[in-house]
């Protein structure tokens, strides 16, 4: 089993930036698709981003592509999401989203995800 654990959430002025982390226990994220989803108050869990396993290519999803850039360190054993120019809606729980890869490619759907993070706030204002 994998465990997921995000980190780096906060509160933050429109126009700036964060970076959320997603550490992994219980094995290495070697061979891992890895992904971040994000859900707001009143609104259906939506893809963020994903990586390959080799981090050679990523996926964003329109609504954060060219601010957004998601990147993984796998001898850290971390995901990362950094978080430019944000608006106010992005804000949003921020989950990191895991599962073993029989090939080298990104995945959009949640349901194709087997191991999730408890989420992470991130609240940006006005």
């Known amino acids: 089993q994998v465990q997921l654990v995000e980190s780096g959430g906060g509160l933050v002025q429109a126009g700036g930036s964060l970076r959320l982390s997603c550490a992994a226990s219980?094995?290495?994220?070697?061979?891992?698709?890895m992904g971040w989803f994000r859900q707001a108050p009143g609104k259906e869990r939506e893809f963020v981003a994903s990586?390959?396993?080799?981090?050679?290519?990523?996926y964003d999803a329109d609504s954060v592509k060219g601010r957004f850039t998601i990147s993984r360190d796998n001898a850290k054993n971390t995901v990362y999401l950094q978080m430019n120019s944000l608006k106010p809606e992005d804000t949003a729980v921020y989950y990191c989203?895991?599962?073993?890869?029989?090939?080298?490619?990104?995945?959009?759907?949640?349901?194709?995800?087997?191991?999730w993070g408890r989420g992470a706030q991130v609240t940006v204002s006005s």
């Open positions: 219980g094995r290495t994220l070697s061979s891992y698709v």
């Open positions: 990586i390959t396993w080799s981090g050679g290519s990523t």
């Open positions: 989203a895991g599962t073993q890869g029989w090939g080298d490619y990104t995945i959009r759907t949640a349901g194709q995800y087997d191991y």
